[in-house]
C-alpha cells in the first residue's frame, strides 16, 4: 500500500506555505463567499429524497393522523444528515462511490446482492415515480398519462446522458426549488401552528399496528440506500472534474475546506428535505384530515383531494410540486443504480463521460428508466409495488450503514479521515434506528 502523506506536517511552517500553494483556490474561498457554490451533492441528494413516492408517504400519514406524525422529520433530521456526510465522506476521501470502496475492501457476493437489491428498488420506484408525474399532469391539463410517462422519462435520460456535467448539475440544483411549492401549499391554508408544535415537540405515539405502519413508511422513505450511493458517488465526481482536486487520501491539506463544505452542503440540504416533508405533512393535516379524507394513496390523489377543500391555487402548486421533485428524482434513482452497478463491475463510470467513454454506464440509466416506464403499462398495484419496494430498501439499508460505519472506522479505507466519535457515535445510532424500523416493517406485514 503506498504511504498516505501525514496530514500533521501541515502544521510546520515550511510545509504550511506548500499545502496552501496545492489549495486549488476554489476550495479556499470561505462558504459565505460562494453560497450557491458549496451547495452541490448534498442539497440534491436531499432533494431528491422529497420525490412523488415520498410525498405519497407524507401525504398519507398527514391525512391520516393530522400532525402525530410531524415530530418523525424532527427526530430523524439528525440520523439522516449523519449517515449523509458519511456517505459523502467515503466519497471525497477515496476518490470512489460506496460500492467502488466495498468492492476493494469487502466481499463481491456481499457487493452483488446489494448492489442487485438496490438496482430492484430503485426500478420499482422509477415506475412509481413515473407514474405519479402521468397521473398529475393528466389532472392538471387532461391528456394521456401514459404519453406523460413516456416523456418524462425520455427527457430525463436525455439530459442525463447528453447534458454537459456541469450544466446538468447545474439544473438539478436549480430543480431543488421546486420543492418550495409545499412551502407555498402551507401558507395558503389554515393552519393552527400552536397545535403543530405541541405534537411536533411532544408527540403523543399511538401503539398501534396502523400508525406503526405508518411511522415506519416515513422513516423508511426518509432514510433510503439510493441517497447513500448516489452522494457518496457525486463527490467522488466532483472531485475528478474540479480541477486541482484530489481524493483527501492524496491531498490531506485539501480536507478542512473540503469537510466543512460537506457538513455544510450536506445538514443543509437535510434540513431543506425534512422541512418539505414536515410541511406535506401538516398540509395534508390541516386540509385533508380535518375534513375526514384520511384515505389517500398515491401524490396524485393527494393533490386532487386537495382541490374541493384547499382551492385550485393549492391543487395546482401542489400538483406541480410533484412533477417538479419528480424530475429530480427519476435520475438521481437512474444515476444512483448505474454508479452502484458500474462500480462493482469496474466499467467507466461518471456523468462527466462522454456517451462513448461509459457506454455500459449509461446503458443501465436508460435500461433502469424504461423499466421503470413498463412497469406503467402492465397491471401493477401501485401500493403493492411501493412496499415491496420498501421492504427491499430495508433488507438493503441495514447491513450497507453496518458496512459503511466499518469502512469509515478503518485507516486502510479512510486512512487519516475516519470518522470523528460523535459524528460515528450518531452514525451508529441511525443504523440502530433502520434496523428497529425494518423490524418493525416485518412485524407489521407478518402480523
Known amino acids: 500500500m503506498p504511504q498516505?502523506?501525514?496530514?500533521?506536517?501541515?502544521?510546520?511552517?515550511?510545509?504550511?506555505?506548500?499545502?496552501?500553494?496545492a489549495v486549488p483556490p476554489a476550495l479556499t474561498l470561505p462558504l459565505r463567499a460562494r453560497p450557491w457554490a458549496w451547495l452541490g451533492p448534498g442539497l440534491i441528494t436531499g432533494a431528491s429524497d422529497d420525490d412523488p413516492s415520498g410525498i405519497a408517504t407524507y401525504a398519507q400519514v398527514g391525512a391520516q393522523y393530522g400532525y402525530a406524525m410531524g415530530w418523525v422529520m424532527l427526530f430523524s433530521y439528525p440520523l439522516m444528515a449523519a449517515i449523509q456526510e458519511i456517505s459523502a465522506r467515503i466519497g471525497r476521501v477515496t476518490g470512489q462511490g460506496i460500492a467502488g470502496n466495498i468492492r476493494e475492501h469487502y466481499s463481491i457476493g456481499l457487493l452483488r446482492a446489494?448492489?442487485?437489491?438496490?438496482?430492484?428498488?430503485?426500478?420499482?420506484?422509477?415506475?412509481?415515480?413515473l407514474g405519479a408525474m402521468g397521473d398529475t399532469l393528466k389532472l392538471v391539463i387532461g391528456g394521456s398519462s401514459h404519453f406523460y410517462v413516456a416523456s418524462f422519462a425520455l427527457g430525463c435520460v436525455w439530459l442525463e446522458i447528453f447534458s454537459r456535467y456541469e450544466r446538468y448539475v447545474a439544473i438539478l440544483k436549480w430543480l431543488t426549488v421546486s420543492l418550495l411549492a409545499y412551502v407555498a401549499t402551507v401558507l395558503v391554508v389554515e393552519v393552527p401552528w400552536r397545535e403543530v408544535a405541541l405534537r411536533t415537540f411532544v408527540p403523543a405515539i399511538t401503539w398501534e399496528k396502523d400508525y406503526l405502519v405508518g411511522l415506519v413508511a416515513v422513516l423508511g422513505t426518509t432514510i433510503s440506500p439510493y441517497l447513500f450511493f448516489w452522494q457518496s458517488s457525486e463527490e467522488a465526481e466532483d472531485e475528478r472534474v474540479t480541477p486541482g482536486a484530489e481524493p483527501l487520501l492524496a491531498a490531506p491539506?485539501?480536507?478542512?475546506?473540503?469537510?466543512?463544505?460537506?457538513?455544510?452542503?450536506?445538514?443543509?440540504?437535510?434540513?431543506?428535505?425534512?422541512?418539505?416533508?414536515?410541511?406535506?405533512?401538516?398540509?395534508?393535516?390541516?386540509?385533508?384530515?380535518?375534513?375526514?379524507?384520511?384515505?389517500?394513496?398515491?401524490?396524485?390523489q393527494a393533490a386532487e383531494a386537495l382541490r374541493p377543500i384547499a382551492g385550485p391555487f393549492a391543487f395546482a402548486v401542489f400538483a406541480l410540486g410533484i412533477i417538479g421533485t419528480?424530475?429530480?428524482?427519476?435520475?438521481?434513482?437512474?444515476?444512483s443504480a448505474a454508479y452502484a452497478v458500474g462500480e462493482a463491475l469496474q466499467w467507466p463510470t461518471g456523468l462527466a463521460r462522454r456517451p462513448l467513454e461509459a457506454k455500459a454506464f449509461y446503458a443501465t440509466i436508460a435500461v433502469a428508466t424504461m423499466l421503470g416506464i413498463a412497469i406503467n403499462f402492465v397491471a401493477i398495484d401501485p401500493i403493492k409495488a411501493l412496499f415491496w419496494s420498501a421492504v427491499v430498501n430495508g433488507v438493503i439499508a441495514v447491513p450497507l450503514m453496518v458496512v459503511m460505519m466499518l469502512m469509515t472506522a478503518k485507516r486502510e479505507v479512510m486512512g487519516a479521515f475516519t470518522l470523528p466519535p460523535a459524528l460515528a457515535l450518531v452514525g451508529w445510532l441511525a443504523t440502530a434506528v433502520m434496523a428497529a424500523t425494518v423490524l418493525a416493517m416485518l412485524w407489521t406485514w407478518l402480523v
Do not use: C, K, W
Not at 496530514?7 to 499545502?19: L, N, V
Open 4 to 21: 498516505l502523506p501525514d496530514p500533521t506536517t501541515s502544521g510546520r511552517p515550511e510545509s504550511a506555505a506548500a499545502a496552501v500553494a
Open 114 to 129: 446489494i448492489v442487485a437489491l438496490l438496482l430492484l428498488a430503485n426500478i420499482i420506484n422509477l415506475g412509481a415515480d
Open 253 to 300: 491539506q485539501q480536507a478542512p475546506a473540503e469537510i466543512r463544505r460537506i457538513r455544510a452542503d450536506t445538514y443543509f440540504g437535510m434540513a431543506y428535505s425534512n422541512l418539505i416533508s414536515f410541511f406535506i405533512i401538516t398540509t395534508t393535516g390541516a386540509t385533508l384530515h380535518a375534513h375526514g379524507v384520511t384515505d389517500i394513496a398515491t401524490s396524485a
Open 326 to 335: 419528480g424530475l429530480l428524482a427519476v435520475p438521481v434513482l437512474a444515476g
